[in-house]
């Protein structure tokens, strides 16, 4: 046989050569016949082609005389990648949380297995996703993240990002007037800073420094005292 290993799949090829009683040689066709069709078979014109895993032997019959090739062993080829199949721990999330991303592939033997693939995102305006499979909300938006590996690619669920609900990060007070005769009275305001960058007016719970000098209304009045 031209190949002695093969894969499922590939062919090799066997040819017969005839030894004659005077002592000439030459090549022949025989009939030809495999010790396994399970594992190979062999067409009239020596085609061997490898069915399954195993050993097989080709034999060439011709004119009452038989020849057996050498064994030749067929392997299963290794197995591709069929399909993935992308999780995603999270589906909802506010802006700046994070969730996280896996992919099961599954071969063409049947088997599966936890892979790392090549991530992307569908709009890294809404979400990033990192090598490892973290998934940063950015922007309120919707999402989807793709795995790809070894030429399959799989696609996780929608994941919805909103805006989370802004804090107050700072808070700033401004004073009508800043001289006051006693018994008389100013007013005090206060406008808040959110998380977000926005800003509005708010009412605050009021204290004085020094209730004995001026007091101060859940209003905002400032009465001058002493």
Same mark, same amino acid.
């Given at each position: 046989?031209?190949?002695? *290993?093969?894969?499922?799949?590939?062919? #090799? =090829?066997?040819?017969?050569?005839?030894?004659? =009683?005077?002592? +000439? #040689?030459? !090549? /022949? +066709?025989?009939?030809? =016949?495999? *010790?396994?069709?399970?594992?190979?078979? /062999? =067409? *009239? @014109? &020596?085609? /061997?082609?490898?069915?399954? $895993?195993?050993? /097989?032997?080709?034999? &060439? !019959?011709?004119?009452?005389? @038989?020849?057996? @090739?050498? +064994?030749?062993?067929?392997? $299963?080829?290794?197995?591709t990648v069929s399909s993935l199949s992308v999780s995603v721990s999270a589906t909802s999330l506010d802006v700046d949380e994070t969730t996280t991303v896996s992919a099961t592939a599954t071969y063409s033997d049947g088997t599966t297995a936890t892979v790392t693939p090549s991530w992307s995102s569908s709009n890294t305006g809404v979400a990033t996703v990192s090598s490892s499979g973290t998934v940063t909300a950015v922007a309120a938006g919707t999402v989807t993240i793709t795995g790809t590996y070894e030429g399959q690619s799989g696609t996780s669920s929608t994941i919805t990002v909103t805006a989370g609900i802004p804090t107050v990060s700072s808070v700033s007070v401004s004073v009508s007037e800043t001289s006051l005769d006693v018994d008389e009275t100013t007013t005090v305001s206060a406008a808040a800073t959110y998380s977000d960058g926005t800003t509005a007016t708010v009412t605050p719970s009021w204290t004085s420094s020094n209730p004995g000098v001026v007091t101060v209304s859940s209003s905002g009045t400032v009465t001058a005292v002493a």
């Open positions: 046989a031209s190949s002695t *290993s093969l894969t499922v799949g590939a062919t #090799t =090829s066997v040819s017969a050569t005839a030894t004659y =009683s005077d002592g +000439t #040689t030459a !090549t /022949v +066709t025989p009939s030809w =016949s495999s *010790s396994n069709t399970g594992v190979a078979t /062999v =067409s *009239s @014109s &020596g085609t /061997v082609t490898a069915v399954a $895993a195993g050993t /097989v032997t080709i034999t &060439g !019959t011709y004119e009452g005389q @038989s020849g057996t @090739s050498p +064994t030749i062993t067929v392997s $299963a080829p290794a197995p």
